[in-house]
């Protein structure tokens, strides 16, 4: 049985997620995903929590900065374990030497799996769908 305890968890892990991947916080991605994780997306699969570490600084390479947005999510649960969706936003700012720059932004929806560990709830898996992508030129401030 679920509380409302428990959905204010998931949606803290969620937005701890998204805070961890544009601050490339790999120690807290430690703390919030299981150790055989997976997150699969268009043109990646991730497998395991050191693997899912090293995602921030691999989109560091990629790209000058990201931001992800978390909206909305709806969950259900199952004893030890529950499924969710949730909306995100993410953007995604390419390297460039100019003021001005391209941002390629996602409409995502991810299909959650989460695991309760040790009385903590963890997301275990998460499928990254694109809604869909625009790119738009942006100023970047100084």
């Given at each position: 049985?679920?509380?409302?305890?428990?959905?204010?968890?998931?949606?803290?892990?969620v937005?701890h997620?998204?805070?961890?991947?544009?601050?490339?916080?790999?120690?807290?991605l430690?703390?919030?995903l299981?150790?055989d994780v997976?997150?699969?997306?268009?043109?990646?699969?991730?497998?395991g929590?050191?693997?899912?570490?090293?995602v921030?600084?691999?989109?560091?390479?990629?790209f000058?900065a990201t931001?992800?947005?978390?909206?909305?999510?709806?969950?259900?649960?199952?004893?030890?374990?529950?499924?969710g969706?949730?909306?995100?936003?993410?953007?995604?700012?390419?390297?460039?030497?100019?003021?001005?720059?391209?941002v390629?932004?996602?409409e995502?929806?991810?299909?959650?799996?989460?695991?309760?560990?040790?009385g903590r709830?963890?997301?275990?898996?998460?499928?990254?769908?694109?809604?869909?992508?625009?790119?738009?030129?942006?100023l970047?401030?100084?």
């Open positions: 049985m679920s509380s409302s305890n428990d959905t204010t968890e998931l949606m803290a892990l937005n997620y998204a805070r961890a991947i544009d601050r490339c916080e790999p120690d807290v430690r703390e919030i299981t150790d997976v997150l699969v997306g268009p043109g990646f699969a991730v497998n929590i050191e693997e899912a570490c090293a921030p600084a691999g989109l560091r390479e990629q000058r931001r992800h947005v978390v909206h909305n999510q709806c969950v259900t649960f199952d004893g030890n374990t529950a499924q969706e949730t909306y995100s936003t993410a953007s995604h700012i390419h390297h460039s030497e100019a003021s001005e720059a391209q390629l932004v996602w995502v929806r991810y299909q959650d799996q989460f695991k309760l560990e040790a709830w963890r997301i275990s898996r998460r499928d990254l769908l694109i809604d869909w992508t625009e790119t738009r030129p942006i970047l401030s100084e």
